[in-house]
């Protein structure tokens, strides 16, 4: 090859005109291909990677879409373009347009939050406040759509630019979805698997409508305020302990709190005498035998005190009176979310319905039973 032919050859080369991107950064989501007066030469090589598109936008309108691949662009190449351009035999002369390299690659780890406690309604603890966070992940999936709905004319445009406007759409989104679940308060932590599934089927049409496609969503924690927690807890051991045992327990506690106040000798003296009564009715619970036990003079027999009535409650479903059960039934329905703590109850003796919360023997359901300390002497 003589010196000529090689001077030929590295001219042709260096005019050449490719049009490629190479994304050195992880979080650039569309970049513009900067050219002078944005001017391409015909027959120009567009290079397209994977995880990458090419759209090209002619005076402000979306011509032709490019998936990964090398081109030369041309008049087969580039149909919508030379429609807009009226180029009806092909084209020699450089032409002007606009390229947008959009990333399609998994944009991962994405945090979300919310702002503010989401209200919700709950049978049992009425309304209550929660907060919730997690991670998302999304990629572009319609380019087009992408840049003409969100990117603009944004020269370098970050995943840190619209994921304020993804966050506050699956807040809102969030919110709405747990409020239409409808679920106990203590069951949103447990079933973070199946409403994460859930929320991504509900946000996904939003995703979409811009050009996204929502990848993956995950709760990672639903928290609620302390005291809530607290009323949970002890929910959930009165529903698997006795009743009755536990209220005895509780008060023999707040007694003996009492007794360590300071009040002075009067009223050490008072929790003292009353520590003393309470031990001996506990006593006879725990023991059965210990019990004052009244015997015949004629046969000299046990003879058992006498069994109390048992109390026989009546409650409103639906505007309808509903009964009667006993204690330990009434105490199986709330167990069972039948009745709640706005339920209207009526028994023998009261004057009118009066919701079961006021029910003084009905409020070791909710677990707040327990008398306050004994004021000092």
Known sequence: MGIFDKIKEKLSNEFIDIIEWLDYTDDTICYRFERYQNEIKNEAKLIVREGQTAVFVNEGQIADVFTPGTYTLNTQNLPILATLKGWKYGFNSPFKAEVY???????????????????????????VEIRAFGTYAFKVNDAGKFLKDIVGTDNNFTNYEINEHLKSLIATRFADTVGEANLPIELYAANATELSETCKEVMQPDFNSVGISLEKFFIENVSMPEELKKEIFEYSRIDKLDLDKLTKFKTAKAIEAAAKNEGGTAGAGMGM????????????LMNPQMNPQQTTPQTGGVVPPPIPPSIQYYYAVDGQQAGPVNFDQLKSLFAGRKVNKETLIWKQGMANWSPLKEVEELKVFLGRNTPPPLPPQ
Do not use: Y
């Not at 994405?110 to 503010?116: A, I, L, P």
């Not at 003393?276 to 006593?283: I, N, R, S, T």
């Open 273 to 284: 005498g009353m520590g003393f009564v309470l031990a001996q009715q506990m006593g006879g």
């Open 101 to 127: 390299f959009v990333n399609t690659t998994l944009f991962t780890d994405e945090k979300w939050g919310t702002k503010n406690p989401i209200t919700l309604s709950d049978e049992r603890f009425g309304l």
